[in-house]
T-cell receptor, first 113, second 121 residues
Framework: GENVEQHPSTLSVQEGDSAVIKCTYS??????FPWYKQELGKRPQLIID?????GEKKDQRIAVTLNKTAKHFSLHITETQPEDSAVYFC????????????FGTGTSLTVIP | GAVVSQHPSRVICKSGTSVKIECRSL??????MFWYRQFPKQSLMLMAT?????????EQGVEKDKFLINHASLTLSTLTVTSAHPEDSSFYIC?????????????????FGAGSRLTVL
């Protein structure tokens, strides 16, 4: 089955700096890669996603890049703000209907004011 | 956007009792729902995939007789923790995917419930 690895497990950045979180996956059949943000005690919320037919996607301060050949994808947050502090999870999904989602182990991001 | 309601948000029960957690998709139909367990500061561990009208698919190591899943309608899946013990105390989260397939739109998007914190005394 699919194996998703996520690094780093913890990340601290100064406010205004950029943060990068990286994930790798093992199954080349994976074709959908969402990123979720989970604040303490709350549900994971989708913040951005990318499909395998696209190499990069950007939404304001958040961007995701995908390298299908290397089987890795990354989350980039620019101009970080304290409210970006949360746990971020990457995931990989296989198939058009995506009936299996495999999550990374999570990255706890702390933005220091 | 899609909304998933999960109830109860918190439950405390005595050891040996059973607890039912509900997961509802409020504005979409979900033939598939997922149940996760999350330990403090850890990732989401998929427990089982709930399939409407058929048996759930359990992940390796998850006891199907312990964690009963019923997906009787396109908008409701339930997880029952039977004969709960303190080691079952955890945060349980459900998620659902909109069954309506629209190419290159939100077909694969997972929406999560708010989670249920179970404490077994």
């Amino acid at each position: 089955g699919e194996n998703v690895e996520q690094h780093p497990s913890t990340l601290s950045v100064q406010e205004g700096d950029s943060a990068v979180i990286k994930c790798t996956y093992s199954d080349s059949a994976s074709n959908y890669f969402p990123w979720y943000k989970q604040e303490l005690g709350k549900r994971p919320q989708l913040i951005i996603d990318i499909r395998s037919n696209v190499g990069e996607k950007k939404d304001q301060r958040i961007a995701v890049t995908l390298n299908k050949t290397a089987k890795h994808f990354s989350l980039h947050i620019t101009e970080t703000q304290p409210e970006d502090s949360a746990v971020y999870f990457c995931a990989a999904s296989i198939g058009r209907t995506g009936n299996q989602f495999y999550f990374g182990t999570g990255t706890s991001l702390t933005v220091i004011p | 956007g899609a909304v998933v309601s999960q109830h109860p948000s918190r439950v405390i029960c005595k050891s040996g009792t059973s607890v039912k957690i509900e997961c509802r998709s409020l504005d979409f139909q979900a033939t598939t729902m997922f149940w996760y367990r999350q330990f403090p500061k850890q990732s989401l561990m998929l427990m089982a995939t709930s399939n409407e009208g058929s048996k759930a698919t359990y992940e390796q190591g998850v006891e199907k007789d312990k964690f009963l899943i019923n997906h009787a309608s396109l908008t409701l899946s339930t997880l029952t923790v039977t004969s709960a013990h303190p080691e079952d105390s955890s945060f349980y989260i459900c998620s659902a995917r909109d069954s309506g397939y629209r190419p290159y739109s939100g077909a694969n998007v997972l929406t999560f419930g708010a989670g249920s914190r179970l404490t077994v005394l």
